[in-house]
T-cell receptor, first 116, second 110 residues
Framework: GAGVSQTPSNKVTEKGKYVELRCDPI?????LYWYRQSLGQGPEFLIY????????DSGLPNDRFFAVRPEGSVSTLKIQRTERGDSAVYLC??????????????FGPGTRLTVL | DAKTTQPTSMDCAEGRAANLPCNHS???????VYWYRQIHSQGPQYIIH???NNETNEMASLIITEDRKSSTLILPHATLRDTAVYYC???????????FGTGTSLTVIP
């Protein structure tokens, strides 16, 4: 079946603009995660959804970052008033609690965000 | 808060076993050891995980010391496609997220 997909693959924006990044998880996966990866670093946790609700948003760096998952499937990460320091690859992952593969998070290819 | 220490980089000859070490001296009793890898420009990929027993799957073997303070990921016959950054992670089972750290950059040499 299809894996996790993310759109767009690349996004270039100007400082101060608003951006939305989309994640389509694997069908049936109720858990969804957003991570951010800066150059030369490992992925950094941002937020975790279980179904429609954000079960843990402790990794969001500030209130410019927000994520939604209104129907428990597709998720959108929203960044307001973008700053140059927001430039990174944003990764989405999904998993299916209650199955033997729960602990395996399936990652998408990421969206590379560049803020000029 | 990665909780693990890994060498920054390693080389391995193609066809030989790649042994990637990880120190996790502060691991607690309910925390598992996970390994993921990330090939350039791709998302991380799950490899294996374990609690205290050694584990093996089609990709690799995981050897965890008896005191659980360190572990080794073994790729038995490394190929050029195994060149990637390998992340050792500890977290409670069914935890919410992974703390990746900076990992080990493995280069498989022809």
């Amino acid at each position: 079946g299809a894996g996790v997909s993310q759109t767009p693959s690349n996004k270039v924006t100007e400082k101060g603009k608003y951006v939305e990044l989309r994640c389509d998880p694997i069908s049936g996966h109720t858990a969804l995660y957003w991570y951010r990866q800066s150059l030369g670093q490992g992925p950094e946790f941002l937020i975790y959804f279980q179904g429609t609700g954000a079960a843990d948003d402790s990794g969001l760096p500030n209130d410019r970052f927000f994520a939604v998952r209104p129907e428990g499937s597709v998720s959108t990460l929203k960044i307001q008033r973008t700053e140059r320091g927001d430039s990174a690859v944003y990764l989405c992952a999904s998993s299916h609690p209650g199955t033997s593969s729960y602990n395996e998070q399936f990652f998408g290819p990421g969206t590379r965000l560049t803020v000029l | 808060d990665a909780k693990t220490t890994q060498p920054t980089s390693m080389d391995c000859a193609e066809g030989r076993a790649a042994n990637l070490p990880c120190n996790h001296s502060t691991i607690s009793g309910n925390e598992y050891v996970y390994w993921y890898r990330q090939i350039h420009s791709q998302g991380p990929q799950y490899i294996i995980h374990g609690l205290k027993n050694n584990e093996t799957n089609e990709m690799a073997s995981l050897i965890i010391t008896e005191d659980r303070k360190s572990s080794t990921l073994i790729l038995p016959h490394a190929t050029l496609r195994d060149t990637a950054v390998y992340y050792c992670i500890v977290r409670p089972n069914f935890g919410n997220q992974f703390y990746f750290g900076t990992g080990t950059s493995l280069t498989v040499i022809p």
